[in-house]
């Protein structure tokens, strides 16, 4: 019996979606409920598993290809058997079946491997010959981790010296060629590629235009001296890392700090509905991480009744999910505000485009010894430039100059965090 499996319901107003990855391939037997393919959204990635145990008869959709909701992704083969065996005697039987095992094996060890794309390109890069790699991924897969280690495994061998004194041919230098001998140049290298945006780049990209087109948007800038949270940090790291098994960041630090200032500043936590202003009594914070398909932001739930250590593991869950493109819709739902730290990347100042209908976000870069003047001497002091891009409509100048400048206090005097002054 053969089973479609068809492209899932993933989200309300999600009609399209495309083909990220298969995660196996024609042949391959299938478990209930076992991954098979990957699909990309405008929102996150979805797997779609099994409905039922089988093999994995036919791919209807090719990588990078679009579907519809309800499309036809593949064909299981439900419930395959071998067809019955004809009686035969034991001894008829026993080397039929040591032959035919051999032949299978034989068979399994000669089929080529699928080679995932991440691995073509390294192949097409490097110019391998895909016959002399090991394939160890399920389903006779090749993977991008065996043609790294093919690399690696070449690259000892070609620096490992023969004992005997041995130089192969190869290792020669070659005798220059005159110009007539030279052999000819390869095809130069085409000056575009043309690449389909996938739907996660596509929604980005519709936002940030939606956003500017919307909302009345405005940047105030500060700057705020890193010392005392830097002192903090290192005073407490080993003991914050033993009890937690975690590092303790700056990104805490700011994640309340902007609580605190929501707190004081209730418009920058609020949207406009319509004709109203709806202010939030909850504090959903929305952190930027880049992701393996893009920008993503992943919302801290309750985020004001998180200690510290709640923070960084929820944050760094949510960084490894969109390394491996599992962010899923739920995480991506809700947030109130939104705080995104270009300084990993070594920006050192930005404006930051505001996260509809959200009303504010703030914008952390990279952290620089710099001089500064305090009281009547110049001293250097670590210190970083801070943003906050908020939409006019809503928010006031001098709410946005105020709520920024409250959070360069609590960031300067971290004390404040504890006895909420």
């Known amino acids: 019996m053969e089973l479609e499996l068809k492209v899932p319901s993933v989200g309300e107003s999600i009609q399209m979606v495309q083909i990220s990855e298969w995660l196996k391939s024609p042949g391959d037997q299938l478990a209930v409920d076992e991954p098979v393919v990957i699909l990309e959204t405008d929102k996150a990635t979805v797997e779609v598993p099994a409905p039922s145990a089988g093999i994995l008869k036919e791919q209807k959709k090719a990588v990078g290809e679009e579907a519809q909701i309800g499309d036809v992704l593949a064909i299981i083969e439900v419930e395959a058997q071998a067809p019955p065996s004809s009686p035969e005697t034991p001894e008829q039987s ?24 991440a691995a073509q390109r390294l192949i097409d890069e490097h110019k391998l010959d895909p016959a002399r790699i090991l394939a160890t991924g399920p389903g006779h897969r090749m993977l991008k981790e065996d043609v790294e280690a093919f690399l690696e495994s070449a690259n000892t061998q070609s620096q490992k010296p023969d004992p005997s004194g041995y130089v192969p041919a190869e290792a020669v230098p070659p005798t220059p060629l005159s110009p007539a001998q030279a052999p000819p140049s390869e095809p130069a290298q085409e000056e575009e590629e043309v690449v389909p945006m996938s739907p996660l780049r596509r929604r980005i990209a519709e936002r940030l235009v939606d956003a500017q087109k919307t909302a009345a948007l405005l940047t105030t800038f500060n700057e705020i001296d890193m010392s005392a949270v830097s002192n903090l940090r290192k005073q407490y790291q080993e003991a914050f890392q033993k009890r937690y098994n975690l590092k303790l960041g700056f990104m805490s630090f700011f994640v309340k700090a902007a609580i605190d200032a929501l707190k004081a500043y209730p418009a920058v936590n609020a949207e406009i509905r319509g004709t109203n202003i709806v202010f939030k ?27 510290f250590a709640e923070v960084e593991s929820v944050i760094a869950e949510f960084a490894q999910k969109a390394k491996e493109n599992r962010v899923t ?44 003047a305090i009281g009547e001497q110049v001293v250097i002091r670590p210190m970083m430039y801070v943003a906050l891009t908020y939409d006019h409509r809503i ?16 960031i300067e005097e971290p004390a404040r965090m504890l006895i909420e002054v």
Request: zero cysteines; a negative charge.
């Open 94 to 117: 026993e080397p039929a079946s040591a032959t035919q095992e051999q032949a299978s094996g034989q068979d399994e060890e000669s089929a080529e491997p699928f080679i995932m794309p």
């Open 329 to 372: 819709l739920e995480d991506l739902q809700g947030g109130t505000f939104t705080i995104t730290n270009g300084g990993v990347y070594g920006s050192l100042l930005s404006t930051p485009i505001v996260n509809p209908p959200q009303s504010g976000i703030l914008g952390m870069h990279s952290i620089q010894n710099r001089p500064v």
């Open 281 to 307: 009594n909850h504090y959903d914070i929305g952190i930027a991480i880049g992701g393996g398909k893009g920008l993503v932001v992943p919302v801290l739930r309750k985020a004001d009744e998180m200690s």
């Open 395 to 410: 928010v006031d100048g001098r709410e946005a100059v105020s709520f920024l400048r409250r959070i360069k206090e609590t």
